[in-house]
């Protein structure tokens, strides 16, 4: 019996809890500490840590992990009884997840009422019931949330989109295993390993196409990911080969997998196409480790991996998973800038505490209890807490209600500038919320920046490797054609400028790319080929299209002062487009409430302060102090170039102050971006200015 056979009996899983085939070790040191390499990375990686940007692949070694478990334990009772018993597998996996997972999802969502408000935790709940069914996944992929680099703020649930991933392949795939094998059985012959190895060659290819094409809907999918927890399974299914292998080759390749692993953490960031091709590299190491470990070499990765410390924490590794997401997530929303390494360490403290509690009150008592060995029973709390779930969620939100509404609002639907300079002013004085506004806080967060009458898929995006195909917009039969060009500032003008278009018989082309300011030109963004690949296919569209107007907004490239390059790339990018477009304007930027509240953005602060308004207002002595000299360089390069720089600052604020409501609407979609309902409403005092600078669509 080798060394690592040894270990304490506490460290052994009951019977029924064995993750490995028949043929191989009981418990597997290894593969704990293989956990605790997983976790820790991921904790790295969501904490910003030097060297951990690529951390996000000890996802994918869990993946690992999981489908090799997973495989043993199918693999056990089948050589036990020559049966698979859905029951009880299912069973077991209701007692090992649903409890921690319960009590983490529901005390986040409380915690996120109680310390970001009431449309944040909104926002939570709702994500919560998607968690609370193993959707989350699909949840996220939906609203289009970015995992690597995401602008918006993140939901505190993230993560359990993996554990979503694995629940769901924990649902189909024993339907795989046991209809494959029951085959088998009949036609004398092993089927297991075909399906999947099928499963996996599938898998991996519609992974590596969808990650080019959909690369957020690529990172979510069970689809683009069953194909690393098939590698887990397929080295379960060949431990006995394994077992023959040299020792010196078996530890040679533990540690050329945890080299791996290694790789991949070191050299891969938020810039990686990922999954696609790329998740090859941690998968493999995972899948390495633990093929090299079936044989125990002495010389093996076990060394390190399965040392007291690696043991301990494989032990926590589920409920540090739980833990540490919500637990950074709510405390950097807290903190007015980046959470200090001091901060770091002490949440890790309490993470660790967390986890240690959790484990030892909640996932070995349920797990190992004896009245729960009965399927049914298990099945049935499993049942009981997901109705749990979803109860206190909906209580939460029922609870809480969200100000505003979708219904009918007092004037006309656009408004001249001399009337929006009005309602700015009585805006800037109201100490309450009007009954009704719109839109709704509940679906402003899954509200499109763009106009409802764009097409999604017509959008840019930074995530996508290719631009989204041109499209026209207004009046698509007309002569006259004007292109917005910009990044994320371009699309919430976009409605604006769509109604001007109609009105005035024009025809529109949004060149728009979020994350990518027209005169980005400093490689230091997440993607910055993707933004200079959609730069070039700008200037092409413009220089073969000959618009009558080209129309130019964007971001500071530097959001926190250093505003030069911005009027540099400006003028970079005006000498660019001029000799191709009959005229050419610059929006000046709306105000910027980034900063202005180390939490509340002003839909936020709506919800929270909804009777005492002005609180929530940001005065322009703030607004010049932190982005006036963007404005200014700005305006400095248009003169330059002898093109016109429109200011937008009367559409928005008096002259000390901007608000967040006005005429029954919410002005601002976050710190940085108008709501579609504001664009459209100023629409006309839009083109007023522009007229004013001899390129108003009307003339």
Same mark, same amino acid.
């Given at each position: 019996m080798t060394p690592s056979e040894q270990a304490p009996a506490r460290l052994l899983p009951d019977g029924d809890e064995i993750g490995t085939p028949p043929s191989d070790r009981r418990f597997r040191p290894d593969i704990q500490g293989l956990r605790a390499l997983a976790v820790i990375v991921v904790i790295g990686y969501h904490a910003k840590l030097p060297l951990f940007g690529g951390g996000f692949v000890g996802v994918d070694v869990f993946f690992v992990i999981s489908g090799f478990v997973i495989t043993g334990v199918l693999l056990r009772e089948r050589a036990a009884s020559q049966r698979t018993s859905l029951a009880s597998f299912w069973a077991r996996r209701a007692r090992r997840i649903l409890p921690a997972a319960t009590l983490v999802l529901v005390v986040t969502v409380a915690a996120t009422y109680l310390t970001e408000g009431i449309l944040r935790g909104y926002d939570a709940a709702t994500d919560g019931r998607w968690v609370a069914v193993f959707l989350a996944n699909f949840r996220f992929a939906a609203i289009g949330t970015n995992y690597l680099g995401a602008q918006a703020i993140p939901s505190p649930l993230l993560h359990f989109w993996s554990l979503s991933v694995e629940e769901q392949f924990y649902l189909a795939f024993p339907l795989i295993f046991a209809g494959a094998a029951v085959l088998g059985t009949r036609w004398r012959t092993s089927t297991v390993p075909v399906a999947v190895g099928l499963v996996v060659l599938i898998s991996f290819a519609w992974s590596v196409i969808d990650t080019a094409s959909h690369p957020i809907a690529a990172y979510y999918s069970p689809l683009t990911r069953a194909w690393e927890l098939g590698v887990g399974c397929m080295v379960a299914l060949g431990v006995p080969a394994l077992r023959r292998l040299r020792p010196t080759a078996a530890a040679a390749t533990t540690w050329?997998?945890?080299?791996?692993?290694?790789?991949?953490?070191?050299?891969? $960031?938020?810039?990686?196409?990922?999954?696609? @091709?790329? %998740? *090859?590299v941690p998968v493999l190491g995972a899948a390495l480790v633990i093929a090299g470990g079936v044989v125990a070499p002495r010389l093996g990765a076990e060394l390190v991996l399965g040392t007291w410390v690696g043991l301990r924490l494989g032990e926590l590794s589920f409920s540090l998973y739980l833990w540490h997401y919500p637990a950074l997530s709510l405390t950097s929303q807290l903190e007015p800038g980046p959470l200090r390494i001091a901060t770091k360490l002490f949440l890790f403290l309490v993470i660790l505490a967390l986890s240690?509690?959790?484990y030892h009150l909640v996932e070995n008592p349920v797990r190992h209890s $004896?009245?729960?060995?009965?399927?049914?029973? @298990?099945? %049935? *709390?499993g049942a009981a807490l997901v109705a749990l779930a979803l109860g206190l969620l909906t209580a939460m939100l029922l609870v809480n209600p969200l100000p505003g509404s979708t219904g009918p609002i007092p004037g006309p639907a656009t408004a001249q500038l001399g009337t929006i300079e009005h309602q700015i002013g009585a805006g800037a004085v109201a100490n309450a919320a009007p009954r009704s506004f719109v839109p709704s806080l509940a679906i402003l967060h899954a509200t499109a920046l763009h106009s409802p009458g764009?097409?999604?898929?017509?959008?840019?995006?930074?995530?996508?490797?290719k631009p989204a195909p041109a499209c026209y917009f207004g009046d698509t039969t007309a002569t006259k054609t004007v292109v917005l060009l910009g990044d994320s500032q371009a699309m919430m003008w976009s409605s604006a400028i769509q109604q001007l278009a109609l009105t005035h018989h024009w025809r529109l082309l949004l060149l728009?790319?979020?994350?990518?300011?027209?005169w980005y030109d400093i490689p230091h963004i997440h993607d910055a080929a993707g933004c200079h690949a959609f730069q070039r296919y700008s200037f092409k569209r413009i220089a073969s299209l000959h618009p009558a107007l080209v129309l130019i907004t964007g971001a500071p490239v530097h959001a926190t002062g250093g505003f030069a390059a911005d009027g540099a790339g400006l003028e970079r990018l005006l000498a660019a487009v001029t000799p191709h477009a009959k005229a050419v304007g610059v929006l000046g930027p709306v105000p910027w409430f980034a900063g202005r509240?180390?939490?509340?953005?002003?839909?936020?602060?709506?919800a929270e302060h909804s009777t005492s308004l002005t609180s929530c207002s940001l005065s322009v002595a703030t607004l010049e102090k932190s982005f006036g000299a963007f404005a200014v360089q700005l305006d400095a390069a248009a003169r330059h170039s002898g093109v016109p720089l429109v200011s937008l600052r009367r559409l928005f604020c008096t002259a000390s102050t901007c608000p967040v409501l006005a005429a029954h609407r919410v002005?601002?979609?976050?710190?940085w971006h108008i709501t579609p309902v504001w664009s459209t409403y100023v629409s006309p005092a839009l083109d007023q200015l522009l007229t004013a600078q001899g390129i108003g669509l009307a003339g």
């Amino acid at each position: 019996m080798t060394p690592s056979e040894q270990a304490p009996a506490r460290l052994l899983p009951d019977g029924d809890e064995i993750g490995t085939p028949p043929s191989d070790r009981r418990f597997r040191p290894d593969i704990q500490g293989l956990r605790a390499l997983a976790v820790i990375v991921v904790i790295g990686y969501h904490a910003k840590l030097p060297l951990f940007g690529g951390g996000f692949v000890g996802v994918d070694v869990f993946f690992v992990i999981s489908g090799f478990v997973i495989t043993g334990v199918l693999l056990r009772e089948r050589a036990a009884s020559q049966r698979t018993s859905l029951a009880s597998f299912w069973a077991r996996r209701a007692r090992r997840i649903l409890p921690a997972a319960t009590l983490v999802l529901v005390v986040t969502v409380a915690a996120t009422y109680l310390t970001e408000g009431i449309l944040r935790g909104y926002d939570a709940a709702t994500d919560g019931r998607w968690v609370a069914v193993f959707l989350a996944n699909f949840r996220f992929a939906a609203i289009g949330t970015n995992y690597l680099g995401a602008q918006a703020i993140p939901s505190p649930l993230l993560h359990f989109w993996s554990l979503s991933v694995e629940e769901q392949f924990y649902l189909a795939f024993p339907l795989i295993f046991a209809g494959a094998a029951v085959l088998g059985t009949r036609w004398r012959t092993s089927t297991v390993p075909v399906a999947v190895g099928l499963v996996v060659l599938i898998s991996f290819a519609w992974s590596v196409i969808d990650t080019a094409s959909h690369p957020i809907a690529a990172y979510y999918s069970p689809l683009t990911r069953a194909w690393e927890l098939g590698v887990g399974c397929m080295v379960a299914l060949g431990v006995p080969a394994l077992r023959r292998l040299r020792p010196t080759a078996a530890a040679a390749t533990t540690w050329v997998g945890v080299a791996l692993i290694g790789a991949s953490i070191l050299f891969y $960031s938020d810039a990686t196409a990922y999954p696609g @091709s790329a %998740a *090859l590299v941690p998968v493999l190491g995972a899948a390495l480790v633990i093929a090299g470990g079936v044989v125990a070499p002495r010389l093996g990765a076990e060394l390190v991996l399965g040392t007291w410390v690696g043991l301990r924490l494989g032990e926590l590794s589920f409920s540090l998973y739980l833990w540490h997401y919500p637990a950074l997530s709510l405390t950097s929303q807290l903190e007015p800038g980046p959470l200090r390494i001091a901060t770091k360490l002490f949440l890790f403290l309490v993470i660790l505490a967390l986890s240690i509690a959790t484990y030892h009150l909640v996932e070995n008592p349920v797990r190992h209890s $004896s009245w729960l060995r009965r399927p049914a029973r @298990s099945l %049935a *709390l499993g049942a009981a807490l997901v109705a749990l779930a979803l109860g206190l969620l909906t209580a939460m939100l029922l609870v809480n209600p969200l100000p505003g509404s979708t219904g009918p609002i007092p004037g006309p639907a656009t408004a001249q500038l001399g009337t929006i300079e009005h309602q700015i002013g009585a805006g800037a004085v109201a100490n309450a919320a009007p009954r009704s506004f719109v839109p709704s806080l509940a679906i402003l967060h899954a509200t499109a920046l763009h106009s409802p009458g764009i097409s999604g898929a017509c959008i840019s995006k930074i995530q996508d490797r290719k631009p989204a195909p041109a499209c026209y917009f207004g009046d698509t039969t007309a002569t006259k054609t004007v292109v917005l060009l910009g990044d994320s500032q371009a699309m919430m003008w976009s409605s604006a400028i769509q109604q001007l278009a109609l009105t005035h018989h024009w025809r529109l082309l949004l060149l728009g790319l979020d994350g990518c300011p027209p005169w980005y030109d400093i490689p230091h963004i997440h993607d910055a080929a993707g933004c200079h690949a959609f730069q070039r296919y700008s200037f092409k569209r413009i220089a073969s299209l000959h618009p009558a107007l080209v129309l130019i907004t964007g971001a500071p490239v530097h959001a926190t002062g250093g505003f030069a390059a911005d009027g540099a790339g400006l003028e970079r990018l005006l000498a660019a487009v001029t000799p191709h477009a009959k005229a050419v304007g610059v929006l000046g930027p709306v105000p910027w409430f980034a900063g202005r509240w180390t939490g509340l953005s002003p839909p936020e602060c709506i919800a929270e302060h909804s009777t005492s308004l002005t609180s929530c207002s940001l005065s322009v002595a703030t607004l010049e102090k932190s982005f006036g000299a963007f404005a200014v360089q700005l305006d400095a390069a248009a003169r330059h170039s002898g093109v016109p720089l429109v200011s937008l600052r009367r559409l928005f604020c008096t002259a000390s102050t901007c608000p967040v409501l006005a005429a029954h609407r919410v002005i601002y979609h976050d710190p940085w971006h108008i709501t579609p309902v504001w664009s459209t409403y100023v629409s006309p005092a839009l083109d007023q200015l522009l007229t004013a600078q001899g390129i108003g669509l009307a003339g």
